[in-house]
């Protein structure tokens, strides 16, 4: 008989398919995952919803720029998001597409009508500066150096006539709900920000785009040269996604949402103008917002020109993805930033996954199958289960408070204890307690089965199946000792996690620290006719570097530009002045040198394709001299390889041939 608590609606924001999936998305949509899975487990007939955002002018340009139509891209895009679910094993319900003209569109002008009712929906004319990669107007107090701070790209000033919604007029009411916990914002830390966002005050927002400029997106009704902006567009997936309209038993069954899942970039959208939105309509509010930190590699924000952006379908491909779905849902805090390097995967794997657990299930049934073939009987070792039961304790807590990394810890520390038990009790050895001890260790795995399957499914259920049971095991209520039948059959399961051997790169060039620089002022030094000091700003710091460019550079030719400096080479004090780094330049036919330069921007890494980056804190000259770094017609080499930053080659000012000093 199932223990029905009630309904669970979870959902993911939904994807933007202007780029294929990163990352950042498959975190996401592992944390609703191991929640849904988890209250599945409880009970509760769950309602897991996830999809994608494809109107848009961004669509639009993306779509125009491979020669293709709209309607053409988003559907090649949006399968690409879609094969997550197989990819990842995600137990999604329903996977919502804003572009669905019989389930979204009538969704989405519904709600706009209702706004309208409500006296909320205007019309105004509006100047304003609009980046397009935000999809947004910006204030021009936002601006940095008259960029977008998001972007790095000049908005483009545009003056056109748009809806708007009211936001002002629900603004402090939902700053009181939030307060309330009526909805509820975790962690504490956003809620705070978002109300501290509102007690700022807040303006009425635009909610549609002139369609001579933006003709990618659903029709305002009733005024045919408008298109709806995303806020009544993308959010209403949350209500079309759960048969709001054309379903009005499964809406009823299961509005409002319990979790909505989002990261911390998406938080104002969704604690502010959702549920403004929904009150003007008359709606019920979402219950919770889960707000998850964001993922940096090697402790730097992913970015193509660092050369650190992680491919989730390489890792997937290489390792598994319950290796993946292991790594991000233990190692990333999930209601914090986390960092992803592939050295720390690769421990976690073969510490984590291979070692712990996977010894510990290959060696429990072994012995199993070796001295009985069956379950065996004997009594609970009561010692050994109170630690258990503290654990699944702690488990089910942190479960509830949706810190998924601390609980799936608390799983970890299961196995551990039962690998201490296994060498302790030595069943082996020990004859007379054999029984007891395989038959409390198979039933502690099964047990363990269940807190697991919310992480690993797939290894999960192996261990059921192992023990001759099904998925419909997967209940709170068998999380005790006592249910495997005794003389049952047992199986011995196939090996889940392979120890990985990871060969750390050989190559000099990875222990340089290379990075692009800007010269921002230079100075003479005196007592020195062949020296600089100089003040190089590399992104995130700025250095003083003493080189001796003296009788090759004016100062005027040298402020400003953009160098490679070697940032690990070990200080040296040079005429009083500690120099901390080397500038690279490439030594002509004259033994004159000649600057390295790029177009990347200061801050960008140095990297070479196919060779990891693992920078020694500190290196002497004769370690980087060893890599013997060459110019060859203007192109910097590593052997037979290029090396770049951002995407383009590091080059010499003049296109010569020479070593790099």
């Not at 038993?249 to 299961?254: P, S």
């Not at 363990?448 to 992480?455: D, G, N, Q, S, V």
């Not at 002022?521 to 700025?542: A, F, P, R, T, W």
């Not at 770094?629 to 590593?638: R, T």
């Amino acid at each position: 008989m199932v223990n029905f608590k009630g309904k669970f609606y979870i959902t993911t924001a939904i994807d933007y398919v202007n780029a294929k999936p990163h990352i950042g998305h498959v975190f996401e949509k592992l944390i609703a995952d191991c929640i849904a899975r988890w209250k599945r487990i409880l009970g509760y007939e769950v309602f897991f919803l996830t999809g994608t955002d494809e109107h848009g002018i961004k669509n639009q340009k993306a779509a125009e720029k491979l020669g293709l139509t709209p309607r053409e891209f988003v559907d090649k895009m949006s399968k690409e998001f879609y094969k997550l679910k197989d990819l990842l094993n995600l137990s999604i319900d329903f996977f919502i597409r804003t572009s669905d003209e019989k389930i979204h569109y009538p969704v989405a002008q519904e709600i706009w009508e209702k706004l309208v009712a409500s006296g909320d929906i205007y019309k105004k004319k509006y100047s304003g500066y609009y980046c397009s990669g935000c999809e947004a107007f910006v204030k021009k107090e936002d601006l940095v150096d008259g960029k977008c701070p998001n972007h790095g790209k000049e908005p483009e000033l545009i003056e056109e006539e748009n809806y708007f919604f009211k936001l002002s007029k629900y603004a402090l009411k939902v700053a009181e709900l939030i307060e309330k916990d009526e909805i509820k914002i975790v962690p504490e830390t956003r809620k705070k920000e978002i109300l501290s966002f509102i007690k700022q005050g807040v303006e009425d927002v635009s909610f549609s785009r002139e369609k001579s400029r933006v003709y990618w997106g659903i029709p305002v009704p009733g005024d045919e040269n408008q298109v709806i902006y995303v806020w009544c567009d993308a959010l209403v997936n949350y209500l079309s996604g759960v048969g709001y309209v054309y379903d009005p038993e499964k809406f009823k069954k299961f509005w409002p949402a319990d979790v909505h899942v989002i990261g911390k970039d998406i938080l104002r959208f969704h604690a502010l103008i959702w549920p403004a939105m929904l009150l003007s309509a008359g709606l019920a509010l979402p219950k919770t917002i889960l707000v998850h930190g964001m993922i940096t590699s090697q402790g730097k924000k992913m970015s193509k020109t660092l050369g650190n952006v992680v491919d989730p379908f390489e890792y997937i491909e290489e390792f598994g993805y319950e290796a993946l779905r292991y790594y991000l849902l233990r190692e990333i805090p999930t209601l914090e930033d986390g960092d992803f390097t592939r050295e720390n995967f690769i421990k976690r794997y073969n510490a984590d996954l291979a070692d712990n657990f996977g010894n510990l299930v290959r060696r429990a049934f072994l012995l199993a199958k070796k001295f009985f073939g069956y379950v065996p009987k004997g009594e609970q070792d009561k010692e050994l289960w109170e630690k258990i039961e503290k654990h699944i304790e702690n488990y089910k807590k942190e479960m509830e408070n949706f810190r998924l990394n601390l609980a799936c810890a608390e799983l970890w520390k299961i196995f551990s204890l039962l690998n201490e038990y296994l060498n302790e009790k030595e069943p082996w050895k020990n004859e007379n307690e054999r029984e007891k001890v395989i038959r409390n260790i198979l039933e502690a795995l099964r047990v363990a089965a269940i807190l697991l399957h919310p992480f690993l499914p797939e290894s999960a259920e192996k261990i059921l199946k192992a023990l001759g049971l099904e998925k419909e095991h997967l209940k709170e209520e068998n999380i005790k000792f006592g249910l495997l039948k005794e003389n049952s059959r047992i199986e011995i399961p196939e090996i889940f996690f392979r120890k990985i051997e990871e060969s750390k790169s050989n190559e000099p060039f990875s222990f340089l620290d290379l990075r692009v620089g800007e010269i921002e002022n230079v100075e003479e030094i005196e007592g020195s006719d062949k020296l600089y000091k100089l003040l190089v700003n590399l992104g995130n710091e700025k250095r003083i570097l003493v080189a001796g460019l003296k009788q090759y550079y004016s100062k005027e030719e040298l402020k400003g530009k953009h160098v490679i400096v070697l940032c690990n080479i070990k200080p040296r004090k040079i005429l009083g002045i500690t120099s901390q780094g080397m500038v690279l330049a490439a030594i002509d036919k004259d033994n004159k040198p000649v600057l390295l330069t790029t177009e990347a921007q200061k801050g960008e890494v140095v990297y070479i394709e196919g060779i990891p980056r693992n920078p020694k804190p500190q290196i002497n000259i004769e370690e980087f001299l060893n890599t013997k770094l060459e110019a060859k017609n203007g192109i910097v080499y590593y052997k037979d390889k290029i090396l770049k930053a951002g995407e383009k080659p590091v080059a010499t000012e003049k296109p010569i041939s020479g070593k790099i000093r």
